[in-house]
């Protein structure tokens, strides 16, 4: 969608006006103070043609439902990765959001294996995410968060990498 955005400048005398490319918007959202004030202005954003600005837009925390919605289907991966890495999305995003994210690219499986406590991660999503192809992936799950003890068993029986079965040992024996 195109986005007309403008810097005004207005000295009592005179009004000008130029429009500001997206290289700019971006730099301009990542300054803008995180809050409930500018969470209109981050919505309208959030529609932005430019990955670079919906990317900014997606790390604030404080984006109305409807934007969050809109970027968590977003094309770029960056934009998506945005909204997993602040965890701005948590709250707005169901199981079945999860998964679908984590199919979609295995960098975005990783982000969520990694934090999983900060996500509503069901059995399908650790389902999906202890039997991915990507050992990193995997590997991460192990390390990165409190995982049902469940699946550390599973993956300690049945993980074709050595690695993360040697880390799934070792959660298991610390008690997570």
Do not use: W
């Amino acid at each position: 969608m195109q986005i007309n955005a403008q810097l005004v400048v207005d000295d009592g005398e005179q009004n000008l006006s130029i429009p500001l490319p997206a290289e700019c918007i971006a730099a301009l959202v990542e300054q803008l103070p995180d809050n409930a004030t500018h969470a209109s202005i981050f919505g309208c954003l959030s529609r932005h043609s430019a990955s670079s600005v919906r990317a900014a837009i997606a790390q604030k925390r404080f984006l109305p439902r409807t934007a969050v919605a809109r970027l968590t289907e977003d094309p770029a991966i960056e934009v998506i990765s945005g909204l997993l890495y602040l965890g701005s999305a948590s709250a707005s995003l169901s199981a079945a959001d999860i998964l679908a994210i984590c199919r979609r690219d295995s960098g975005l499986a990783k982000q969520v294996a990694g934090n999983c406590t900060e996500f509503a991660c069901d059995d399908a999503v650790f389902e999906f995410l202890e039997t991915h192809s990507d050992e990193h992936v995997r590997a991460r799950l192990v390390d990165g968060c409190r995982v049902p003890r469940a699946v550390l068993q599973r993956m300690l029986q049945r993980d074709t990498d050595a690695g993360v079965r040697e880390a799934a040992r070792r959660a298991l024996d610390r008690g997570i």
